[in-house]
């Protein structure tokens, strides 16, 4: 097994999960065939798909102290992720409302709850650990200034997995290899760092929005395809990755999966487009199970090829 030192700087939720024939729409009242609540968060979720494939797995993150927190860190305890810096605080734990349509397209709404109390102050006793980890994994879900905080004490490699996009200094996203973002979030970053004209010039063009953020200063980005795969744009390459066709019954936690899958290869040495191979295999395995951790595969899982 390889033993890497990954440090996850995320959230952690409790997913209450609808299954539902279709999502409803603005006023109207679905119902749906059944109900779960599962471990989730992009934090927890990217932490979890890491430790199954092998990785040493420390999360800094925050529950409250209600009953949520026990499901909620269930996954992590099981899959050996250390908790010793998930702190109990006085926010309820986070909770992610998530409907999933037949066909598995997701519609999340997320309170953040403890997740919110991630900042720079939080996280000031845990600068150590963070600048002592090979590589520290980073998703958009909790404070801008906890990212910023983080990135500055990281030593090691950042994997910045901007979901949701926030406003992040561009002096801290030139530290980031690589940024991680979905098509929709690659524009909008790049709208965020290099303004609306250099956003409406790559039109719907991902190449282009890859190279763009290139160009800004970031050292690689690795753009999600969902079932296209990825694009891995690094120098002045970009290279496509695909995917291998599954059928899909729920996407919920694939891009956490790919992000977790990614790091620990990185953190096992592997570049940025071996890790990429891995991961998009490892997204398309998370999209077969309902659930974002409870479909992320082990070292012992056949992927898909
Ligand atoms: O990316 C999927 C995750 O987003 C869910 O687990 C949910 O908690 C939200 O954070």
Do not use: W
């Not at 992720?81 to 926010?91: H, I, K, W």
């Amino acid at each position: 097994m390889t033993t890497s030192a990954i440090v996850v700087v995320g959230s952690v939720n409790a997913d209450l999960l609808i299954r539902t024939p279709t999502h409803p729409a603005p006023g109207e009242t679905v119902l749906g065939r059944s109900f779960s609540v599962l471990a989730g968060g992009k934090g927890a979720n990217q932490a979890v798909a890491a430790a199954r494939l092998g990785a040493r797995v420390c999360l800094v993150g925050a529950v409250g102290a209600d009953e949520l927190a026990r499901p909620a860190l269930a996954t992590l305890r099981e899959s050996d992720v250390d908790l010793t810096a998930v702190a109990v605080l006085s926010e309820p734990t986070g909770v992610a409302m998530i409907t999933v349509a037949d066909g598995g397209e997701n519609a999340i709404v997320v309170a953040p709850g403890a997740n919110a109390l991630i900042d720079a102050r939080h996280l000031d006793s845990h600068l150590p650990l963070i600048g002592g980890a090979e590589v520290v994994v980073l998703p958009g879900e909790i404070p801008r200034s906890g990212i910023e905080a983080a990135i500055r004490a990281a030593r090691g490699r950042v994997v910045l997995n901007l979901a949701p996009v926030i406003e992040v200094d561009l002096d801290v996203l030139r530290r980031v290899d690589p940024l991680v973002v979905n098509e929709y979030e690659a524009f909008d970053t790049l709208e965020m760092v290099a303004g609306a004209a250099a956003r409406r010039e790559v039109g719907n063009d991902c190449y282009a929005a890859a190279r763009a953020l290139l160009a800004a200063g970031i050292p690689a980005v690795v753009i999600t395809l969902g079932a296209r795969g990825a694009l891995v744009a690094q120098g002045d390459e970009v290279a496509a990755i695909r995917s291998p066709a599954v059928t899909a019954v729920d996407t919920t936690g694939a891009g956490d999966a790919f992000v977790g899958a990614l790091a620990s290869r990185l953190a096992a040495g592997d570049n940025l487009i071996n890790a990429t191979r891995l991961a998009v295999r490892v997204g398309a395995f998370s999209v077969t199970g309902y659930g974002a951790q409870n479909s992320y595969p082990t070292l012992n899982d056949p992927l898909p090829a």
